[in-house]
């Protein structure tokens, strides 16, 4: 292997450092590449992956390390390499062309181009040698190559189509206002999903899909259907008893191998533990249920301890893979449990979370049991307490004391990577998540932790004319900002206002938004680009509207809009949220069960929605108690606003005019209620607000 570094070496991405010494002369997505190609005549094999993916490693270790592969590449191709983390502007074009020419995506991402960027071929993981019908990178690249050379008119009328479907997909009919037989369709599809046996909307692979929960919980909300909360309490639970949980160090894997939730993909994304916080969050908020109010806390703890950085920014995803083998930080043999346990805790741990002397899962390849166990819990502990004759809450302690033994045994292991870049977006994601933590749980340390990472991003992930960069990493920020940035951080800081009611971060979530609109608004269709009208031309400029991993922005800053409307009473913002619905809803329409986020800001536009103005001394039992009062319930079309009497002109007035006369009754902390435009009469009784909002009737 040639261990002289390519260009890769002078970037921040940790993905790219990890090619930085491959043999490939690999170039990372700049002018200079293209250049070379268009002088050179030579298409461009564009890779795309992150540093937590799988599969990207395999194919770095068989392939980009391989000097066989790699003198291929060199000769044939301008080869880039590119972080789908840092440009999700790229991903999303080229993962859209594979999706369409190959019925299928993920990663890596393999497209070859043209030297203007136009793909006219598209893949994924792709072995050395051909093996069981898929083609191999040896005989693939020749071919390519061969092709390119001697049907070089074929590939441009070929490359020529593909953008032209492309742009084609891309378009979307505007529909008219969605209403309440949009919901209605959604909860059918979901539910006709629906796994009755163990939670989720699948079969294998199974991903939790939390903001399918999300909308779920509102459809309960909105009809009182008792089958759409047993549906979100059996994914939850499943969830949470299965081997997606780390039931060791906490926080969830990325999506489960298997139907049962038992087998995961080890890798752990921030996003996957803001979104699914959140929504066992609501499910606690909805139910009571201490198991989901545990389980979000878990979470934190996991994201605070090993996910934070110093300054307060969250990092990325930690890998699957440690020391060459996907899971080996996190199984365990049975023989190792005992080591570390004493006998009587082992046996008791053993039999809670199911460890096997020849392990308790088999090899996804072989079907060969591994010897390895991976904690999970089949059988309630009520059920366990009895047949051991001891009280639940000794069986929990027991368990809690043997995990933490567990756990310091393992930080002893070879840990896998951590990608520690930090992104704006995915930020956003979490600072909601832990503001909602605030509001739900209480506790000043998720709010901290929320107000601790949005200064972060402010201040050095915005520039100086107020733009958000996309990722920071190794005290650099850098790639112009792309709408989720934008309409993720605005999430972010209403909760955060909505968790302390600091009007300065309403202030710059208004900011934010009023810039997000004009960087970002398609003035044709409606919606919002992915990238900003000053952004780099690329082959297609796409608007996302579906509700994957992530949700998309546009539904979003949808649900985002009408919040912000309710807080400061301004109509225009209202209008744009619908204008995002219509210049939608054709697209929607067609399986609205695919954009469940979406779904959420729906419900929340076509109402019943509130808004509650608490008039009283921020400080005061009585305000605090009134607050808590809604916070401790599922009220999710709700914002709330506090206008602390004590200021004499509080700066909450210059962003809502409209509560300037609200004031508190006899000094008492003091509840205005609005529902869907019409105001119900000021009360300093907890129990009149909560019959305003037909919590108590």
Same mark, same amino acid.
């Given at each position: ?40 005549? &030579? ?39 590119? *972080? ?62 061969e092709t390119w050379k001697l049907r070089y008119d074929m590939v441009m009328e070929s490359a020529d189509r593909i953008i032209s479907v492309l742009r084609g997909i891309d378009k979307s009919e505007q529909g008219p206002d969605m209403d309440f037989s949009i919901l209605e369709r959604a909860y ?12 989720? @909307? ?11 929960? @999300? ?82 806390? +878990?979470?934190? +703890? ?58 308790? @899962?088999? *090899? ?44 310091? $045994? ?14 704006? *977006? ?5 600072? /909601? ?11 000043? /340390?998720?709010?901290?932790? $929320? $107000?601790?990472? /949005? ?97 998309? /922005? ?56 509130? +808004? ?30 506090? &206008? ?40 300093? +009784? ?12």
């Amino acid at each position: 292997m040639v261990n002289r570094p390519n260009r890769l070496i002078h970037e921040k991405s940790p993905y790219l450092l990890q090619h930085a010494h491959n043999p490939v002369d690999w170039y990372p997505w700049c002018e200079e590449a293209f250049e070379r190609a268009r002088g050179e005549n &030579r298409p461009v094999f564009l890779s795309i992956g992150y540093s937590t993916c799988h599969w990207c490693h395999v194919m770095a270790h068989e392939s980009f390390e391989d000097n066989e592969v790699a003198g291929l590449m060199n000769e044939a191709f301008v080869s880039i390499k590119v *972080d789908r983390e840092e440009r999700p502007d790229l991903d999303h074009i080229y993962m859209t062309v594979c999706q369409m020419l190959t019925g299928s995506g993920g990663w890596p991402l393999t497209v070859i181009m043209t030297p203007d960027k136009r793909p006219f071929f598209a893949g994924t993981y792709i072995p050395k040698h051909t093996r069981f019908g898929r083609t191999g990178m040896i005989e693939l690249i020749p071919r390519i190559q061969e092709t390119w050379k001697l049907r070089y008119d074929m590939v441009m009328e070929s490359a020529d189509r593909i953008i032209s479907v492309l742009r084609g997909i891309d378009k979307s009919e505007q529909g008219p206002d969605m209403d309440f037989s949009i919901l209605e369709r959604a909860y059918n599809e979901l539910a006709g999903r629906f796994d009755e046996e163990y939670g989720g @909307f699948s079969g294998a692979p199974k991903f939790p899909t939390p903001h399918n929960l @999300f909308f779920m919980l509102r459809y309960w909300k909105r009809t009182r259907d008792h089958k759409a909360l047993k549906i979100v309490e059996k994914t939850l639970q499943g969830m949470r008893s299965g081997g997606i949980y780390d039931h060791i160090g906490f926080g969830f894997h990325r999506y489960s191998t298997d139907r049962e939730w038992l087998v995961p993909h080890f890798e752990k994304m921030l996003y996957d533990q803001a979104l699914i916080a959140i929504a066992y969050l609501e499910a606690f908020q909805a139910t009571g249920s201490r198991e989901y109010a545990d389980t979000a806390g +878990e979470i934190f +703890e996991y994201v605070l301890r090993d996910m934070t950085s110093p300054e307060g920014g969250f990092y990325s995803a930690e890998d699957a893979d440690s020391e060459g083998e996907e899971g080996r930080f996190y199984v365990w043999t049975e023989e190792a449990v005992r080591a570390t346990l004493g006998k009587d805790e082992a046996d008791i741990i053993c039999k809670v979370f199911n460890i096997e002397k020849g392990g308790n @899962f088999s *090899d996804e390849a072989q079907g060969n049991k591994t010897g390895a166990n991976i904690f999970y819990l089949k059988d309630g502990l009520e059920g366990i307490a009895h047949v051991l004759k001891i009280p639940v809450t000794e069986l929990q302690e027991r368990i809690s004391s043997a995990r933490k033994s567990l756990f310091d $045994a393992r930080e002893k292991r070879v840990r896998p990577d951590k990608d520690d870049k930090i992104l704006t *977006d995915w930020n956003g994601l979490m600072i /909601a998540a832990f503001a909602k933590g605030a509001q739900a749980l209480g506790g000043q /340390a998720y709010l901290g932790a $929320a $107000a601790k990472a /949005a200064e972060f991003i402010l201040n050095r992930l915005r520039g100086q004319d107020g733009r958000l960069f996309h990722r920071y990493r190794d005290r650099s920020a850098a790639i112009t900002g792309n709408v989720d940035d934008y309409a993720f951080m605005v999430w972010g800081l209403i909760e955060i206002y909505e968790a302390c009611f600091n009007p300065d971060y309403l202030k710059t979530a208004l900011d934010l938004n009023r810039d997000m609109i004009s960087l970002f608004w398609d003035d044709k269709e409606g919606g919002l680009f992915f990238t900003p009208e000053d952004g780099e031309k690329l082959v297609i400029r796409k608007r996302q509207v579906y509700d994957g991993a992530v949700p998309s /922005a546009n539904s979003v800053a949808m649900l985002n809009m009408l919040r912000l409307a309710r807080l400061t009473g301004r109509i225009d913002l209202e209008e744009r949220a619908a204008e995002i619905g219509r210049a939608f809803s054709a697209t929607i329409g067609q399986m609205p069960s695919v954009y469940t986020q979406f779904m959420t800001a729906v419900d929340f536009a076509i109402g019943p929605s509130y +808004e509650v103005v608490i008039a009283g001394r921020s400080d005061s039992n009585d305000t605090r108690e009134m607050i808590n009062a809604l916070r401790r319930r599922f009220i999710p079309n709700m914002v709330t606003i506090l &206008r602390p009497v004590e200021e004499k002109e509080p700066g909450i007035d210059r962003l809502a005019g409209f509560i300037k006369d609200h004031v508190s009754i006899d000094d008492r902390a003091t509840a205005y209620v609005c529902l869907n435009n019409s105001c119900r009469a000021p009360t300093t +009784e907890i129990e009149k607000m909560l019959e305003s909002l037909g919590i108590i009737k």
